[in-house]
């Protein structure tokens, strides 16, 4: 079916179809919309889920945790400070292995406030062994949460599907939905592997483990991790083959023959597009390298897809404030260390808190990565 | 009323071996909270949160817990209990577990009087069914003895030390079980395992609730009281007849100050 649907009101549609087991929310700003619209699908019985108007995102989170403990299907949706505020049950999530799915309208974090698009809450969460895909448009955040249940349920591990606030969590898209039956055949049930329901058979959940063997279980919940990209590539080849749309992890948009390109995740992908296409036409060797999932970090298919380029620009929507250059940045330096091409990575750090990011802004960039001009280790796109 | 030699009979569903201190308050009321449970003759599955329960019941690859158990974090025995009781519902609801199960959530009191206040409030006023267990030896004795909001005035611990000029904990303690009898839930109690009669009576109320429930289980501690282990039982019963004990510097009058159940009917 083709509808029209903000970022928002796609991923209240897309929970609806997939139908979980157990939502538990708080509301936020700009993720507000998609738990609200969905309660209305409970309201109406449209699904059978048990929906729990948690008083915090950190016992919304931690609601989540019980709930999936216990073999339910489990999804919830925040942004910003109240991604922040889950900050210490995500890491619980994910040492638990249990397959929560987060929706996430990404937002900027305070102080000063503000409640508009950037990538600061997600990538704060970067090293909590969650799985985050960041979409350039609402159908791919669409595509996204639906696979993200299957992806996380093989892997045992949570997942955040992140759409930037405001861009795409209230601009409104034509999309292509599925048919509810079809995203229910595609899923299945869950079929977890112990359950804490089952007091015949009962099992302890989050003991203290300590030295003599916390880092086993580290370690095998980083190997889960390492393990997740074959798991990302079938699950997206079964979901094009019911939707006829596909998404790589990486995708190299006109890259042939290009002396530069940019490197960057979420809404703005379309923006550089744009500038591509504009520089394209005057005869400039530019191109752009879209990434679609930043945990796992896809670091092989990094490498070999960016050795081959003299100049990159690796764009952060979010800042780590003192390191050498962007989040992303510096995972892409390291990934490029070892090889022997080694080229030229410029950090640039743009839109912090839904700062407007234009075509003319992207073609600024890319001419500048093309030129290798930069004097600054991390250029601020755009910042009076 | 119980009798010891029946519930002698009962399983040992919190068992021996674990790292308790020897003459553990807590590890008493757990131990009998567990042999009550049974009396509703239905299985249970329990929460808890960071602190001593947690650290001396299940160190890995070690349990005390012979029902299934899940801990978080420190603040999150009843939001962790949210999720489990909202996976119990909806898989009641569509068929796919047919069978009762009681929810027993356990915290301290550092995790109940103070960092989960907010998780267990929330919990309570929407109504979730589960009983949730406050352990309370009025400080936090697992990271050796700190002041919480359930000290009472006076007392001397770790970070309200007596010296020249501090004489102990300057402020009273708040009255969590008036707090949590403002919820307006079905049943809140208080009980001590000094009066293991009535602590399980108590139990077998709560458990039988149609909605959530709450106990207050004054758990003396041999550390941070300073008493030798033999008398936790004799001390948990002074405390309560003499009004040294968490419910003596309330609200309540000395008429009421003995253990007592506190019913409002929703």
Known sequence: MIL??????????AMKQINPDVVAAYPITPSTEIVQLFSNYVSDGEVDTEYVPVESEHSAMTACIGAAVCGCRVMTATASQGLALMHEMLFIAAGLRLPIVMAVASRSLSSPLNIHGDHSDSVASRDSGWLQFFCETVQEGYDTLIQAVKIAERANLPALVGIDGFILSHCQERIETLEDQVVRDFLGRRKPAYNLLDWRNPILVGPATLQDYYFEFKRSEIEGMNQVLPIIEEVQAEFGRIAGRKYPVLEEYRCEDAEAVVVLMGSACGTVRVAVDRMRAKGKKVGMVKLRVFRPLVHSLLKKSLVKFKKIGVMDRVDAVNSYGGPLFTEITSVLYDTDERPWVFSYVYGLGGKEFTPEDA????????????????TYVGVR | ??????????????????????GCGEALGVRQIMLAAQTTGLPVVTTMCTGCLEIFSSIYPHSAWQVPMIHTAFET??????????????????GRLNEEIRIIAFGGDGGTYDIGLQALSGALERRHRFLYVCTNNEAYMN??????????FGAETTTTPVGRKGYGKKQFEKDLTAILVAHGIPYVAQGSP????????????????????????LA?????????????????????????GWVSVGM???EKSRVVAICAVE
């Open chain 2, 252 to 254: 309540l009058t000395p």
């Open chain 2, 143 to 152: 990271t050796g003895v700190q002041r919480s909001g359930a000290t009472m």
């Open chain 1, 363 to 378: 073609e600024m960039v890319l001419e500048q990565v093309l030129t290798g001009k930069e004097d600054e280790l991390v």
């Open chain 2, 220 to 244: 003396p501690c041999r550390l941070g009281w300073a008493f030798p282990p033999e008398e936790t039982i004799e001390l948990g019963r002074l405390a309560v007849n003499t009004l040294m």
């Open chain 2, 1 to 22: 009323m119980f009798k010891l030699a029946d519930l002698a009979k009962n399983k040992e569903l919190f068992s021996h071996g674990h790292r308790a201190c020897a």
């Open chain 2, 77 to 94: 025995s009843a939001s962790t209990a949210s999720g489990v009781e909202a996976a119990y519902r909806v898989l009641r609801r569509t």
């Open chain 1, 4 to 13: 029209a649907k903000t970022g928002n009101e796609a991923f209240a549609y």
């Open chain 2, 194 to 217: 000094s009066f293991w009669n009535d602590l399980i009576t108590k139990m077998q109320k709560a458990l039988d609730t149609d909605g959530p429930s709450f106990i207050n289980v």
